[in-house]
């Protein structure tokens, strides 16, 4: 089965900029559906940034404008770059991986990711 191990988090002041890390490993789809997502404690976790392994991420509206996540096939890892962090964005961020390739967007519900990380914590101060 599909590992997945984050890193990349950590402290950061507000308007700085982190780049999440998400490495796949035992992968034996060609191209399938990641994403991105967050929770903060004592709250629902919510996507950050959906995409399929060969194309381009869609963005949910907590962080659009802000993020941007790629994907280096060579190397099987799954990135978020975040600018402009502000003390909201403090949360758990993980990574999650769906072999159901087709309808790789904004519309994927959580629950059909197959497969997660453990996740990285982010603390963005004031």
């Known amino acids: 089965q599909v590992q997945l191990v984050e890193s990349g988090g950590g402290s950061v002041q507000a308007g700085g900029s982190l780049r999440l890390s998400c490495a796949a490993s035992?992968?034996?789809?060609?191209?399938?559906?990641m994403g991105w997502f967050r929770q903060v404690a004592g709250e629902e976790r919510e996507a950050v940034a959906i995409?399929?392994?060969?194309?381009?991420?869609d963005y949910f509206d907590s962080m659009k404008g802000r993020v941007t996540a790629s994907f280096d096939n060579a190397r099987k890892i799954l990135y978020l770059q975040m600018n402009s962090l502000k003390p909201e964005d403090t949360a758990t961020y993980s990574c999650?991986?769906?072999?159901?390739?087709?309808?790789?967007?904004?519309?994927?519900?959580?629950?059909?990711?197959?497969?997660w990380g453990q996740g990285t914590h982010v603390t963005v101060s004031s």
């Open positions: 999650a991986a769906s072999t159901s390739y087709y309808g790789c967007n904004s519309q994927r519900t959580l629950r059909e990711f197959e497969v």
């Open positions: 035992r992968v034996t789809y060609s191209r399938y559906c």
């Open positions: 995409m399929p392994t060969d194309g381009r991420a």
